[in-house]
């Protein structure tokens, strides 16, 4: 059975967000509040992660990415699970190291566009949370 089957149609005709904002809201039983700490969370892991694996031999940058991807998923950041994923697989893989240095861009670019809907994110519920709701 493939996913496309177990979504409803509006979920299928849903222009795709750079989060999840059902599955973030799943995850996060509704609470504003722990949805703001753990996307503040998140951001800080990222650029720990993105570091830990430009700078480590493979293996390591494997387990980093491995992290990322489970964090990533966490928050419905899917774009980030899978750049990560295939960071993983590459830096598993003797002798393919243009595919990790492919692989550690996309997750970069993706990183970088999830951490920008979430400072959004952010923002907005920041002033949400002041005006009491």
Same mark, same amino acid.
């Given at each position: 059975?493939? @996913?496309?089957?177990? +979504?409803?149609?509006?979920?299928?005709? &849903?222009?795709?967000?750079? @989060?999840?904002?059902? %599955?973030?809201?799943?995850? $996060?039983? *509704?609470?504003?509040?722990? !949805?703001?700490?753990?996307? !503040?969370?998140?951001?800080?892991?990222?650029? @720990?992660?993105?570091?830990? @694996?430009?700078?480590?031999?493979?293996?390591?940058?494997?387990?980093?990415? %491995? $992290?990322?991807? *489970?964090?990533?998923?966490?928050?419905?950041?899917?774009?980030?699970?899978?750049?990560?994923?295939?960071?993983? %697989?590459?830096? *598993?893989?003797?002798?393919?190291?243009?595919?990790?240095?492919?692989?550690?861009?996309? +997750?970069?670019?993706?990183? +970088? !566009?999830?951490?920008?809907?979430?400072?959004?994110?952010?923002?907005?519920? +920041?002033?949400?949370?002041?005006? *009491? &709701?």
């Amino acid at each position: 059975m493939s @996913i496309s089957t177990l +979504l409803s149609a509006d979920e299928r005709d &849903r222009k795709p967000t750079v @989060i999840d904002e059902t %599955h973030l809201q799943r995850m $996060t039983l *509704g609470d504003r509040r722990l !949805e703001r700490e753990v996307l !503040e969370l998140f951001v800080r892991q990222t650029t @720990i992660m993105l570091n830990r @694996i430009m700078e480590a031999e493979p293996p390591l940058a494997a387990a980093a990415a %491995h $992290t990322l991807k *489970g964090s990533a998923r966490g928050i419905g950041a899917w774009r980030v699970a899978r750049a990560a994923e295939r960071v993983e %697989h590459a830096a *598993g893989s003797a002798g393919r190291e243009a595919a990790l240095t492919d692989a550690v861009a996309e +997750l970069k670019a993706a990183s +970088l !566009e999830a951490s920008a809907a979430i400072g959004a994110r952010l923002s907005a519920l +920041l002033a949400e949370l002041a005006r *009491g &709701r």
